[in-house]
């Protein structure tokens, strides 16, 4: 068992980069930009250490798309690595290089959410059907299915 | 019984098909649970290979289709093309509230819903997830099906496309 975490250890490292706050007991929030993200999570990882990924989450806040890099390492302490995103234009670089398991979550979060993550090696379709529309992403807030487009599945005229 | 009698090897056949119905279990995107039913029903407990009732691997071997959860888009055309491996005459038993209607995935982005947009159904089965008997009271149920369609020639007399043949004796 290592030492825990503590706040001032974790403002500390991202010093430069974001802010850090407290938001649970062994949670701890670090708001970044878009430009700092991977010097934030490069900071966490290395310096504190943070080495394992648990998963990036993402929220549609109908203003702004937030994308959540949740860290831990052996000490049992969150560190979240949050940054907001322009809805109309949702881009940001890759971290699959400084995480590997980060790869699968973001070209599930390309799907989802239609966020285009620069420099990743394969963003490609993972959890949509197949004949989904690649312009259209579902778990967005002001999604609604269109009757006249056709999302995969059985076209009706098939059936009979 | 309606029209020509049918011949000692077609009476043969009815009669053998009523005695093993054999089934085939298809996934369509279920929790689980309603496999884990059919499983118990397969196991010494319940038993249903002492009515005949025998689980496939291969639709080209079933006459039943058991379709269990609603149907992902993924699936769909999957389910449908298992279905169409299977020889005439073929029963579809939809399991559960998401084989009827999606359940609680209804109306999610990757979902067809009910069993019955992809494929007739005969029987559905209620319950989340329905018990092994009444999978079994299904099957059996299915096979009351089977007789009927086999005196009547045919399942187009359920469907609405052909006149009925003593349609008051039939319900």
Same mark, same amino acid.
């Given at each position: 068992m290592t030492e825990p975490v503590t706040l001032e250890m974790v403002a500390g490292a991202v010093e430069g980069v974001g802010g850090a706050e407290r938001v649970r007991a062994n949670r701890i929030r670090v708001r970044t930009t878009s430009d700092n993200v991977r010097e934030a999570i490069q900071r966490v990882n290395r310096?504190? +250490?943070?080495?394992? !990924?648990?998963s990036i989450s993402t929220v549609d806040t109908a203003d702004a798309i937030e994308l959540h890099y949740h860290l831990i390492g052996q000490h049992r302490t969150i560190v979240t690595v949050t940054v907001e995103l322009p809805r109309d234009k949702p881009e940001i670089q890759t971290v699959s290089d400084l995480l590997p398991p980060a790869g699968l979550y973001e070209r599930q979060i390309h799907d989802l959410f239609g966020v285009v993550f620069r420099g990743h090696p394969g963003l490609t379709q993972l959890?949509?059907?197949?004949?989904? +529309?690649?312009?259209?992403? +579902? !778990?967005?807030?002001?999604w609604k299915p269109d009757p006249r487009t056709f999302y995969g599945g059985v076209r009706q005229q098939e059936v009979g | 019984m309606t029209g020509p009698s049918p011949t000692l090897s077609r009476r043969l056949l009815n009669w053998a098909r009523g005695k093993s119905p054999w089934v085939t279990i298809f996934?369509?995107?279920?929790?689980?649970a309603c496999d884990i039913e059919i499983l118990a029903c397969l196991m010494?407990?319940?038993?249903v290979e002492r009515f005949g009732i025998l689980a496939r691997g291969s639709p080209r071997h079933a006459d039943i289709l058991i379709v269990t959860g609603a149907v992902t888009r993924q699936q769909a055309p999957r389910l449908r093309r298992v279905w169409e491996q299977i020889p005439e005459p073929k029963y579809v038993i939809a399991m559960g509230a998401c084989g009827a209607g999606?359940?609680?995935?209804?109306?999610?982005?990757?979902m067809e819903g009910s069993v019955e947009r992809v494929v007739p159904v005969d029987v559905f089965v209620a319950g989340c997830p329905p018990r092994p008997d009444e999978i079994i009271n299904a099957v059996v149920t299915c096979l009351g099906l089977m007789a009927e369609d086999a005196a009547h020639g045919g399942r187009a007399w359920r469907m609405g496309t052909a006149p009925v043949p003593g349609a008051e004796a039939s319900t």
């Open positions: 310096v504190l +250490p943070c080495d394992r !990924l648990i959890v949509l059907n197949d004949d989904w +529309p690649p312009d259209e992403h +579902p !778990l967005r807030k002001d | 996934n369509s995107g279920s929790c689980n010494p407990r319940f038993d999606g359940g609680v995935f209804q109306g999610l982005y990757h």
